[in-house]
């Protein structure tokens, strides 16, 4: 019961401080960039990354909280959270501008 605790602070929690979306932005990013190295670069855009980020914690947390079978826990809330955080992320490109709005 304390590691799904554990789990579930961590997740709602904690992952907020990995985006860096602190502020909400009233205009969009540039997506592109110009590097150290003089070279053009692209960002990343919030889907992209949300969905690593996301990933990476789900595997991590269903690694954790599975009992007996990490590898299956992992795949498993790496695949449930790689899809919450794409959706997420797709979320914040629309409010930021990014994505274009249908209606």
Do not use: C, E
């Amino acid at each position: 019961m304390k590691k799904l605790i554990l789990a579930l602070t961590f997740g709602l929690f904690g992952f907020g401080m990995f985006t860096g979306d602190y502020a909400p932005t009233t205009k969009a990013q540039t997506t592109y960039y110009r590097g150290k190295d003089g070279k053009i670069h692209k960002r990343w855009s919030k889907r992209r990354k949300n969905a690593v980020i996301g990933g990476v914690g789900g595997a991590v947390v269903g690694a954790a909280v599975s009992h007996g079978h990490p590898v299956k826990g992992a795949v498993i809330g790496g695949a449930v959270g790689t899809g919450a955080g794409y959706l997420f992320g797709r979320h914040k490109d629309k409010k930021s501008g990014l994505l274009p709005r249908k209606y």
